[in-house]
């Protein structure tokens, strides 16, 4: 098994989601996230007191998907979240020992 | 009532004075917006507190040092008002009761001191912070308010009716004798920590408005208010305070526009005040383009003068020196270039033919009351620093004062925080007792009666959590 982790534009959100369920993804995880790539924050005045807000709002997605389905999987995600423009943020992939599905106890593929 | 009584007159008043009320109360969530998070129940608390000590010494002795009759050469009021006695229900002053003219200036003197607290937000003990209040309005606050409100044909109060000098509502008596006093009071009690390397913006820009514009509301009775009757000087003063408001507030915006590239609402919330600061000392002696004149200027110089902490290097958290002192002053010198002689006052100002003598006289004025606060102010605010201590300990200021120093919090946003605080008692963990024992640990109390009423605390959750069940 391998987990998907993308961190992308809060209102690429919707698209992504939709274009998970398209490929049969059944649960996934969403967390509000904050972070910078090479684009860096943005800057905030009050009174003539400029602060530099470091960290942009991002969605993280957590997908847990069987391997051969992981690459496929992935560039689902970057299409539907990408818009060209700086900011767009990064999905990567790790290996997973193992899932369980709390209620019922299944273990491995079957806990998807 | 007595010949001369104006039903009109008192009902106006009075009303004013509510209105003025209500500036203390907005001026607590203008400030208390700006501070941080952590800290705002403490700056809504320090403008509170000058409502407590202020209104019982304005009873004492308050209303006889300011305005009984004067004792020496126009500097203080007698002692023949002590506990308002001998003022009877039929006593006027003008046509109105004396009370309702002692209510109305019981007001002025209350926000004063609550002005001064924007400059040490974030860092003040709060006992420490009462003592001083209590301090400050008997040495400086009551005396300044006899030199410029006291009136009594020429043997009145040296600045305003002995001198000349024009304040119509408090430009120098409230706002420079503020001002400078904030300025005094953030240099003895030094910079807050991290200052000019952590960010220290604006937790809530909502509330700030809110404040704003409930002092902008309340700002009509006191400027209005001060004509002391419902008449034409009165309904000029509310002319003159909306349009001077209105033109500060483009000011700031457009200075901040051309200086920092965007307009915003802390800047529409600031010229705002900046404008009715400005206007204060003159709504009573000019017309409303003058008025308008005034407020422009006030608001593109305030919105200018607000970066000399960073320059200067000293931590006036709130811009107090900025826009009251800075504000105060341009008001009231402004008085000697667009006074009309035909408003309420017969002194003309530069532009109307009046010469440059007005123009002197409100110079003194400001400079006096300037120099004056500061000094007494100083003094004040180190003898307080050796008594009881003025400041926090610093990791209560890093930690934020409100638990600290008032044993709450303003927010609770934390859905973890509150599942953990209902899971913790029952573990004999109580989250509660952990709070209360580092607060007292932070003041510097004998914790063990705090940890008792913590553990009555935890108790008193764990009983609700079984009530629940």
Redesign the interface.
């Known amino acids: 098994m391998k987990l998907i982790t993308a961190v992308i534009k809060p209102y690429r959100l919707d698209e992504v989601k939709a274009a998970l369920q398209a490929f049969g993804v059944h649960g996934l995880t969403v967390t509000e996230a904050s972070g910078y790539g090479r684009q860096r924050g943005h800057t905030e005045v009050y009174r003539g007191a400029e602060y530099t807000v470091d960290l942009v709002p991002k969605i993280r997605i957590e997908v847990l998907v069987e391997d051969e389905d992981a690459d496929d999987l992935i560039d689902v995600l970057v299409k539907a979240a990408r818009t060209g423009k700086i900011g767009d943020g990064k999905v990567w992939s790790i290996p997973v020992d193992t899932a369980v599905r709390v209620r019922t106890g299944e273990r491995g593929p079957d806990a998807l | 009532m007595p010949d001369g009584f104006s039903a009109g007159d008192t009902a106006f008043v009075l009303i004013s004075a509510a209105l003025v009320m209500v500036m203390t109360p907005g001026l607590a969530f203008f400030y208390g917006g700006m501070v941080r998070a952590k800290s705002t129940l403490n700056m809504l608390a320090m403008s509170f507190l000058s409502l407590g000590i202020v209104s019982v010494l304005w009873v004492l002795y308050g209303y006889s040092l300011s305005f009984g009759p004067d004792a020496f050469a126009g500097l203080i009021g007698n002692l023949d008002f002590l506990g308002m006695r001998g003022i009877g229900l039929n006593e006027l002053t003008g046509s109105i009761p004396v009370t309702a003219f002692a209510v109305f200036q019981l007001m002025f003197a209350i926000i004063t001191p609550a002005l001064i607290s924007g400059a040490i937000a974030d860092r003040a003990k709060f006992s420490a912070w009462g003592l001083f209040i209590a301090l400050w309005v008997t040495v400086v606050y009551f005396p300044v308010a006899h030199w410029v409100f006291f009136v009594d044909n020429g043997q009145g109060g040296w600045l305003g009716d002995r001198n000349g000098v024009i304040d119509f509502a408090g430009g120098t008596a409230v706002h420079i004798n503020a001002g400078v006093a904030g300025l005094a009071l953030c240099l003895v009690l030094g910079k807050r920590i991290g200052f000019k390397k952590d ?1 220290m ?2 937790h809530s820009l909502p509330l700030v408005m809110l404040g704003s514009g409930l002092l902008w509301f309340g700002w009509f009775g006191f400027n209005a208010g001060s004509a002391l009757a419902a008449n034409g000087v009165a309904a000029m003063a509310v002319v003159n305070t909306q349009v001077a408001t209105g033109a500060a507030l483009v000011g700031w915006l457009v200075f ?1 526009k051309l ?4 307009f ?1 609402t ?2 529409a919330a ?1 010229g705002a005040v900046a404008g009715l600061v400005a206007i204060t000392p003159a709504c009573g002696s000019v017309s409303p383009l003058g008025a308008v004149a005034i407020g422009l200027i006030a608001g593109a110089v305030c ?1 200018a003068a ?2 000399l902490k ?1 320059r200067w290097g000293f931590d006036d958290s709130l ?1 107090v020196v900025g826009v009251h002192a800075v504000g105060g002053a341009i008001g009231s010198l402004l008085i000697g270039l667009f006074a009309t002689g035909g408003v309420g006052q017969t002194a003309k100002g530069l532009f109307y033919g009046g010469g440059l003598g007005q123009l002197g006289k409100q110079a003194m004025g400001v400079a006096v009351v300037a120099a004056y606060s500061f000094v007494l102010s100083w003094l004040l605010a180190k003898a307080v620093d050796k008594l009881v201590g003025f400041r926090v300990a610093e990791e209560v200021e890093v930690a934020g004062i409100d638990q600290a120093e008032h044993a709450e919090s303003a927010y609770d946003f934390s859905a973890v925080g509150a599942g953990l605080a209902r899971a913790l008692p029952s573990l004999g963990l109580g989250s509660a007792t952990g709070s209360a024992a580092g607060s007292a640990a932070g003041s510097g109390k004998p914790a063990g009666k705090t940890a008792d009423t913590a553990e009555k605390t935890a108790q008193s959750v764990e009983k609700t959590e079984v009530d629940a069940r």
């Open positions: 960010p913006r604006p901040e200086k920092h590239g965007a915003t802390l800047g600031s919105a607000v970066s960073y811009d």
